[in-house]
């Protein structure tokens, strides 16, 4: 996962006066009640200060690179306008290193100026929101969304395709308008639930095992998350009673990161 690779490359770096990496978690959340005025900008110029301050007068070299740093990430964050996460993390050093984290899941406001990239609250997070496949399911339909700290990975969708009696991705499934009314789709679902989602289960346990999933939530109806439940291997996190399927999947995530 990109995240656990961006992990274990910072946690060797080790750089050399005057360069240092500044690594800030930078809580950019406007649903905060403490962020409705844009409170973070204030924080941000408020540590960069402060920082610039301390430097000025114990090494003007590291203020240098703090200055090329601050010029950098300021471009950065006026070219994303109001387009903003819930919050941002960078890991950032005047001699090249550039990562900036775009998340959905708070962190703390925190500065740090040293010779290493200072991870642990990264690491927590990726503790605390794992890689989770969210289920969403309603009658013959199937959408799997895929999230590492609460970010988006990927997103399937399948439907039930009656003729190979198969589920298939959207994108080579058979149109069902063409092959079967509606409503005898549905028919042959009800009548057939219990084997046909026993089928989904197997290949979900095969795609769990494949993409390494560390969590599965499913929502849907009761029946059918019990099903899916019942016959896989892996473990499910936890069933929720609710229809998502057709709903915006950032809004979906936000909402079942929270129930889960």
């Known amino acids: 996962m990109a995240i656990d690779s961006l992990i274990n490359k ?33 924080a941000l110029k408020s ?10 007068a114990s090494n003007p070299e590291e203020e240098k690179c703090l200055d090329g740093i601050r010029a950098k990430m300021n471009q950065y964050l006026n070219a994303m306008g109001k387009d903003m996460p819930r919050s941002l993390v960078f ?41 989770t496949a969210f289920i969403l399911t309603q009658q013959h339909e199937v959408k799997i969304i895929e999230t590492v700290l609460g970010e988006i990975e990927t997103v399937e969708r399948y439907e039930y395709d009656m003729i190979n009696e198969s589920w298939k991705n959207c994108r080579s499934a058979v149109n069902k308008a063409e092959a079967f009314e509606e ?18 289960a197997a290949s979900l346990d095969q795609k769990a095992a ?26 499910i996190h936890s069933k929720i009673q609710k229809n998502l399927l057709n709903e915006n999947e950032h809004k979906v995530i936000e909402h079942l990161i929270k129930e889960a």
């Open 210 to 235: 494949a993409k390494r999933w560390e969590r599965m939530v499913i929502a849907g109806d009761k029946e059918t998350a019990d099903i899916l439940d019942q016959h896989m291997n892996k473990p």
């Open 91 to 131: 890991f950032v050093s005047d001699s090249g290193i550039w990562e900036a984290i775009k998340l959905q899941v708070p962190v703390d406001t925190r500065f740090y100026w040293e010779e290493t990239a200072v991870l642990d609250q990264l690491r927590d997070l990726r503790q605390t929101y794992p890689s």
């Open 183 to 200: 409503n005898r789709l549905r028919e042959h679902v009800t009548e057939n639930q219990s084997r046909l989602y026993k089928r989904l």
């Open 10 to 42: 910072l946690q060797y770096v080790q750089l050399e006066p005057p360069d240092k990496i500044l690594s800030l978690y930078l809580n950019t959340d406007t649903r905060d009640p403490e962020q409705q005025r844009g409170e973070w900008k204030i």
């Open 47 to 56: 540590g960069f200060s402060r920082l610039k301050e301390y430097l000025a």
